[in-house]
């Protein structure tokens, strides 16, 4: 019990300091992806996001957290480095990834989830290739645990 509970309460920590490590497992748990996170849980760090960053470090991101599964879709208002982002279901498992290209002048494309998604990780292009990152992967228990609210 106390080896469980340990890196559940590791993450509620992360959580209350606005980072976060999101692993992602493979289909069959035997891979797994972890990424540094910052989280975006309020209305203003979602509309903040990465904007006006000039770079981002290899294996870190923002995970963007909502209330419950919806169509998500994000835009690159005024965010300065090319993007991928992963979206999850309420239950973790991957929906869909999409690059993002920066944009500086309205309007600004619409990135939309395949279908219905509670999280979104925004990661630098070539995340999810790079890990090999598809249909079944997931976020492990542990990430979800911290992330539910």
Known sequence: MRR????????????????????????????????????????KEQQRGLMGRTYLPEDTGMMFVFEQDQPLSFWMKNTLVPLQILYFSSDGYFVNALDMVPCEEDPCEQYRSASVAKYALEVNVGFREANDIGTGWHLDAVTLATLAR
């Open 4 to 43: 469980l509970a340990l890196p559940l309460i590791v993450g509620l920590l992360l959580v209350s300091c606005g980072k976060q490590s999101i692993t992602i497992l493979s289909p069959d748990s035997t891979e797994a992806v972890t990424v540094n996170a910052e989280l975006a849980v309020t209305p």
